[in-house]
């Protein structure tokens, strides 16, 4: 028996073991048996055969053990999932499908025309019909099954419809998973006109129509080729379903990024152009029309409005495709020219986006005349565009004609031409408008693109030279960047556009945007590293000579255009160069011009001078700016930072002898301090002395280079000795005989200068590289200084005590002076070494119970107004502030512990205890809001009571503050007056702090806003039991019209929709329970309700609180009714007034 013939008869439930055997071989790839070569040597006769036998075996089969029992077995005993599949009947079963599957699958593969299949089309029925019944596990079958509808369909044999809606289906469902395949959307593409095979109407399509709209959301699905075929496809499939996708799409526009929806436009373009019919009219008008209005009338901050116009820019650009141009016209009649002429300047400004973007919008069958016309009219429609009186629209507007001026330049008259430009070169001065002046200039650039633009611009552009003047920042640099892009495309001279005078004029003082853009600009005019270095030394010293102080902003960014060779090039050149004059002016002094050195040689010889201090001065500090802008280069290279040091280290001394001005010198130290002492010894010997030899009220310009010397040399040491030795010996003389015979030894006998010496360390302290290198020293040294600051606290309290200071040689600000500094060194030294210990937040707490001991008592009223008392308490208080400022810096860098915090709220409580305490009130609350906000900021990490009690006693420092202030306004009304507004910013950080932390603390904000609740009440109860005539009462308008303390403080929380409902809350409770009663206090009440309601709070909540207040004062109405000519009665009925104002809808 032949193989074939053993096969066929295998074929059957009797020899089913010897079916699955050829199977097995048949998968088994190191078996010879070739299912697929079998059966093509099968006859035609036989292949009918085998196809009955075929579907009898699967018959039987699943006659033998039916569907419902695979599942159900399975039911029986969840528990043993594993064994039941492992059960020999299902496990049979299963491997008999699995078996009829392969063949019928092969046998699709060798069908003929001649061939009847009508056996082999019920088996692939009965298998289609059995998919959904199959056991989870059982995946691969229904992968198989799904191939085989998938073989049918391909295969365009008969009943492949419900094949290969089956085989769709899966497809579908399958290329929706994240991890699809390319593999499966190109599957589900060549199964497409399956589609077709569903009824969309019926419900069974409704599962459909769910996952064909998920497509549209897929990514997958859109950026891929044969996924956007596929989505495209679908616009086919039913009219009412186009509704939908684009109901879909247009939802999800907002997510989608950029790229996605270039795909998604696609996707449109391709539907449209495939479509005719109900079909194109349904997409016209319910898609590309309707993205139209929305791109007309969707504000620009929507997230959709970009992506509407990505995909209408995406059919513009197709105008060239056949029928898109009338296609365009046609649907933008109705939307365009109406959006244009809206009132709305939005709508306008979108409108005029897409019309200049469309631009022309007309219909290719348009006869000559009525094409002109049709134009003609559109190019007025841009001319009014610029004319348009909203700022956006003209912007818009000068695009869309830039645009189209590039585009359309060889096809526009070249009169509207000339007008444009015009048009355009007045609107650069539209004083109204700084966006539409940049505009401009950011468009003009893209006219320069065209060259056949360039005769005109080159006519024109001198006008809008004195744009570089401009005083909005981003106009200027608009202006530069259109010079540089004249410059690059060659459309002109860029300097006969705007003059060099003014472009250097500008660099001197313009900002650091604006003046990299003209650097970049003049770059290769005044450094062409295509030419020699002698060359950019004589444009350098040209560059000074125009303007020195532009030279210098040019020389600082020309790094970020050339390489740091280059600049060290230049550096050099500049040094022989002033070789070069030094050795030209000995030799005119010795009468010898014939000896020369010709490394020094310069072209510049011969115009330069050393006389010429100004040009000097200028090549030195270009030289400065040029090493501090390589330095990091330099210091990777070392062999090129040695080779620098040593050639400018050997001409340092004699700049020194000849370069005598402060203005050469000034440079020269800088110079010297980019190299190590040793390289300058003559020179870094005497740096101390210069220091000590400089008189007192010296400028910083005149010590600072020498003490950036110094400190980069590592030497800060010594000037830490000047300061520390000026400050000890300007003390009152208290010395031992011992230590003043040892003074005597010192050789250079100098004037002590405490105000000199202050002034080198607060140089040192405010500057970071020399604060790091005064920070390295030993810290016994500094200690020394920190204890000679401390030391003048007894100074300056001398000038608050008496008059007379004895022979201390220091004077009162510069004892002030001296009092901060030790405050701020104390900082940085707790910074530094004890970061857990509390060393120097100690002494900043002697300092403070020095100052409540000392200073505090003579923050009083003066007895006699006498100009010493006066003095006495002007002292005082900067004191006072001084040291609350320094406290206010530790919490602010988070130095301050719990501790240390407690003692300065105890401080600021002595403070407002004292007679004039209130000439502190600004800064007291600078101080209680760092305090606050970093005690609630550490409540939600970790609530402990140390925080609870700092809280607490905030708010009693919070609400003395605020008595303070009413108790001043009752005393000296226009003082205080002042004094509420230099300390609004800090109240209102204060109030904005609590109400931002209030989950931390709930209680904090419920006391600060009863403490503000009820200095406001106090204030106007007042103000009300003060009015003696009835017509004096006239209700609030505005928050102006309450007293002083009551409009500073609902001032801050009308500013904002939280504080107002904190506060608005804390006003209900109060009223709720009874806290606030009478008529006076209720009356007091509604004016507050009456002047919140201009604020942010919702007018619902203030009706509510404004009705409780009402029914409140029922109560009162017969006792008031008893005195009818009373005070108390005009305030309630003025109170009535005002709650049913508020009440009225």
């Known amino acids: 028996m032949t193989k074939r013939e053993a096969f066929l008869q ?144 391909e295969k365009g044999l008969e009943g492949k419809e419900e094949l290969g809606k089956t085989a769709f289906l899966m497809l579908l469902e399958k290329s929706l998973l994240l991890k699809n395949s390319a593999a499966d959307i190109q599957r589900l593409w060549n199964l497409h006109q399956a589609l077709l095979s569903f009824d969309y109407d019926s419900e069974d399509s ?187 629209v003209r912007s818009t507007g000068v695009l869309g004609v830039c645009r189209i001026a590039t585009k359309y ?18 609107l650069a001065s539209d004083v109204s408008s ?90 290769n005019s005044f450094l062409p590293v295509n030419q020699s270095e002698e060359v950019w030394c004589e444009r350098c010293v040209t560059l000074i000579q125009m303007n020195p102080m532009a030279a210098r902003k040019f020389y600082q960014y020309a790094h970020e255009h050339t390489a740091p060779t280059n600049i060290a090039k230049l550096m050099l050149t500049i040094r022989r160069c002033l070789n070069a004059c030094i050795q030209r002016t000995a030799r005119e002094d010795q009468d010898d011009v014939e000896n020369s050195n010709k490394e020094n040689t310069s072209v510049l010889e011969h115009v330069l001078s050393i006389n010429d201090t100004a040009s000097m001065a200028s090549l030195l500090e270009i030289t400065v700016i040029l090493w501090r802008s390589i330095h990091k280069s330099l210091e990777m290279n070392k062999e090129a930072l040695a080779y620098t040091t040593s050639k400018f280290a050997s001409v340092l001394p004699g700049y020194f002898r000849v370069f005598k001005e402060d203005r050469c010198m000034v440079p020269l130290i800088l110079l010297a301090s980019f190299m190590p002492a040793a390289a300058v010894p003559t020179f870094s010997c005497g740096v101390v002395s210069k220091l000590r030899s400089l008189e007192k009220g010296a400028t910083e310009n005149q010590y600072s280079s020498l003490i950036d010397c110094l400190c980069q040399w590592g030497q800060v040491g010594h000037v830490l000795e000047v300061i520390t030795d000026w400050l000890t010996e300007a003390m009152p003389l208290k010395q031992s005989k011992r230590d003043s015979e040892r003074r005597v030894r010192i050789q250079e006998v100098v004037e002590a200068k405490p105000d000199l010496a202050l002034d080198y360390a607060e140089y040192m302290i405010t500057h970071t590289m020399n604060r790091d290198c ?162 609630l900021a550490l409540t939600v990490q970790n609530q402990n009571e140390d925080l609870l009690v700092l809280l607490n006693i905030a708010q009693n420092v919070f609400q003395k503050i605020l008595e303070t202030a009413a108790r001043r306004l009752r005393k000296q009304r226009e003082e205080a007056l002042q004094l509420l507004h230099s300390a609004h910013v800090m109240l209102a950080d204060f109030i904005n702090v609590v109400q931002d932390w209030h989950a931390a603390n709930v209680l904090v904000l419920h006391g600060v806003f009863s403490t503000i609740l009820a200095a406001v009440l106090v204030e106007l109860s007042h103000y009300l039991q003060k009015v003696s005539h009835a017509e004096e009462l006239t209700p609030p308008e505005t928050v102006q019209d309450l007293p002083p303390l009551s409009s500073t403080l609902l001032a801050i929380i009308m500013k904002s929709p939280s504080l107002s409902r904190s506060f608005l809350s804390e006003l209900n409770e109060s009223v709720d329970s009874e806290a606030v009663e009478g008529v006076v206090g209720l009356t007091a009440v509604l004016c507050i309700l009456t002047v919140v309601r201009q604020g942010k709070c919702k007018g619902s909540d203030i009706k509510s609180s404004a009705a409780s207040v009402h029914i409140k004062l029922q109560k009162y109405c017969e006792v008031v009714a008893e005195a009818s000519d009373s005070i108390e009665r005009a305030i309630y009925e003025s109170a009535l007034k005002i709650g049913n104002d508020i009440l009225q809808p």
């Open 774 to 935: 005064l920070l390295a020293v030993p810290q016994k040294k500094l200690n020394h200084l920190l204890k000679a600051l401390g030391a003048l606290k007894e100074v300056f309290y001398s000038f608050i005590s008496s008059p007379e200071t004895g022979s201390c040689k220091i004077d009162k600000e510069t004892a002030l002076r001296a009092f901060l500094l030790h405050g701020r060194l104390s900082i940085h030294l707790q910074h530094k070494y004890n970061t857990d210990e509390r060393t120097y937040l100690l002494l900043l707490e002697n300092t403070a119970a020095w100052t409540i001991e000392k200073v505090l008592p003579f923050l009083i009223n003066p007895i006699c107004e006498d100009e010493a008392s006066e003095q006495k308490t002007l002292v005082a208080k900067q004191a006072v502030e001084a040291c609350l400022t320094v406290c206010k810096d530790v919490i602010m860098v988070g130095l301050a512990d719990p501790e240390f915090q407690g003692q300065i709220l105890q401080f600021s409580l002595s403070v407002l205890q004292a007679e004039r305490g209130y000439m502190c009130l600004p800064l007291l609350l600078s101080v209680l809001k760092e305090i606050t906000e970093n005690c």
């Open 10 to 153: 295998a074929v059957s439930k009797k020899y089913v073991d010897e079916f699955l055997n050829f199977i097995k071989l048949s998968k088994d790839r190191s078996d010879p048996f070739d299912l697929d070569e079998l059966l093509q040597e099968f006859p035609k006769k036989q292949k009918e055969e085998l196809w009955e036998n075929l579907g009898k075996l699967l018959t039987d089969v699943l006659l033998e053990f039916p569907m419902e029992k695979w599942n159900c077995e399975i039911d029986e005993d969840s528990a043993d999932e594993m064994e039941v599949e492992g059960s020999a009947d299902l496990k049979q079963t299963m491997s008999v499908i699995e078996g009829v599957i392969m063949v019928a699958c092969a046998s699709i593969r060798v069908i003929d025309e001649d061939v009847t299949y009508g056996a082999l089309l019920e088996c692939a029925i009965i298998l289609n019909g059995i998919l959904d019944a199959l056991p989870k596990s059982q995946l691969f079958l229904q992968i198989s099954i799904q191939r085989l509808c998938e073989s049918w369909w």
């Open 434 to 523: 700084a966006d539409v002046r940049c505009s401009v200039f950011k468009c003009m650039a893209m006219v320069t693109e065209n060259k056949l633009s360039h005769p005109l611009l080159e006519q024109l552009l001198p006008a809008l030279k004195n744009s570089l003047h401009d005083n909005s920042e981003k106009v200027r640099v608009a202006f530069v960047d259109l010079l540089q892009k004249i410059k690059a495309v060659r459309a002109a001279k860029f300097w006969k556009v705007c003059p060099m005078e003014h472009l250097l004029a500008r660099l001197e003082t313009d900002s650091r945007p604006v003046g990299r853009r003209i650097v970049n600009l003049l770059f």
């Open 409 to 426: 330049w060889d096809m526009i008259p070249p009169t509207i031409l000339t007008d444009f430009l015009k048009k355009l070169i007045d």
């Open 206 to 392: 409704s599962e459909v129509k769910d996952m064909l709209l998920q497509c549209f959301l897929s990514v997958n699905h859109i950026k891929r080729e044969e996924g956007r075929r596929f989505l495209s496809f679908l616009f086919t499939w039913n009219v009412s379903f186009i509704k939908m996708i684009h109901g879909t799409l247009r939802n999800q526009l907002q997510f989608f990024p950029k790229s996605i929806t270039v795909h998604v436009a696609e996707l449109y373009f391709r539907a449209w152009t495939k479509a005719s019919g109900v079909f194109l009219q349904e997409i016209e008008n319910g898609c590309i029309q309707d993205l139209m209005h929305h791109g007309v009338h969707l504000h620009r901050n929507s997230p959709v409005h970009s992506k509407v116009r990505q995909i209408l820019s995406y059919f513009h650009k197709q105008k060239h495709r056949q029928g898109v141009e009338e296609m365009l016209y046609r649907l933008y009649q109705p939307i365009l020219w109406r959006g244009l002429k809206a009132r709305n300047s939005e709508v306008r400004a979108n409108a005029a986006l897409l019309f200049t973007e469309a631009f022309p919008v007309r219909d290719p069958s348009f006869d000559n005349e009525v094409m002109d016309s049709e134009i003609q009219r559109q190019f007025e429609v841009l001319f009014s565009l610029l004319e348009d009186p909203q700022p956006l």
